[in-house]
């Protein structure tokens, strides 16, 4: 067994930290660094516990590791973040890989069934959000895991917070362009998962959508019209605008919703 002195431990830093650099996306896991044969578990967890306190390995779960202060600027952030929390990617990341926004995300968020958490890394959050059975609907894009358009649409209207507001939500919808397989994909998710009140906010806001010339099919209205029942708010505050039709108190407001589209 190999004796524990700072010479034959720094030297077998050295040599696991070299050997990783071959890891895809600069990620390697305990089991791998096992496979090598270069020390006993119980050694291998004190080297590994070193080169952590060094930051030359960055802890991202329990039994995987992120090489630190190697092709830093290469290191991909939304692969970096399916290694942290088991589910896909969503909300406005899932957005941005889809290209319906344009702006480089700094919170990157993981939709996961059971776990609501967040870890910094850098400049980054990865942040985990819970959607128990609505986390479904998401796809293979080459390394990601990410929500499918119509389900990162779905998503991002239920938890508008993560992304980005109602307003830049309504602006991926009328860029996306959705043809109708996909709208048959939204709508099957809101007949599975949505109440009354939801879907009557839904439904106001891509009636509302319709001024911006995109096309909605008359099967996703229709549906969401016959959901309408009690009164409901649309936003915070003590003004608001009813509307008749769809039975809602829209306290944000049409010209704040649309403003990309009034205002450019």
């Known amino acids: 067994m190999l004796k524990l002195n700072k010479r034959s431990l720094s030297a077998l830093e050295q040599q696991i930290y070299f050997l990783s650099q071959g890891a895809k996306n600069n990620i390697t896991t305990y089991d791998t660094i096992r ?10 967890n004190v080297i590994l516990s070193r080169m952590c306190k060094k930051g030359w390995f960055i802890r991202l779960k329990k039994g995987v590791y992120l090489l630190s202060g190697y092709g830093k600027g290469m ?9 942290v929390y088991p589910g896909y990617l969503a909300f406005s990341t899932a957005l941005y890989l889809h290209k319906l926004i344009d702006e ?35 796809q293979r894009i080459g390394d990601y895991w990410i929500s499918t358009i119509p389900k990162t649409l ?22 996306a362009k959705m043809n ?25 806001l891509l009636d509302l959508l319709k001024k911006t010339r995109v096309n909605i099919p008359s099967f996703v ?16 505050g003590t003004k608001g605008k009813f509307n008749k039709k769809w039975k809602i108190v829209d306290r944000i407001g049409e010209q704040t919703l649309l403003s990309w589209w009034y205002h450019g």
């Open 180 to 204: 109708e397989k996909q709208w048959e994909e939204f709508i099957d998710y809101v007949k599975k998962f949505d109440s009354d009140a939801s879907c009557q906010k839904i439904g106001y």
């Open 75 to 83: 290191v991909d952030i939304f692969y970096t973040a399916q290694f």
């Open 35 to 44: 496979s090598w044969g270069l020390a006993d578990e119980n050694v291998l």
């Open 104 to 138: 480089m995300p700094f919170t990157i968020y993981i939709a996961t069934k059971e776990i609501s958490a967040s870890k910094h890394f850098g400049e980054y959050t990865i942040k985990a959000v819970s959607l128990d059975s609505r986390a479904t609907g998401m």
């Open 221 to 236: 209205l229709s549906y969401l019209q016959k959901r309408v029942k009690s009164v409901v708010s649309l936003g915070k």
């Open 154 to 175: 779905y998503d991002c209207l239920h938890f508008p917070e993560y992304g980005g507001g109602y307003s830049r939500i309504l602006k991926s919808i009328h860029s």
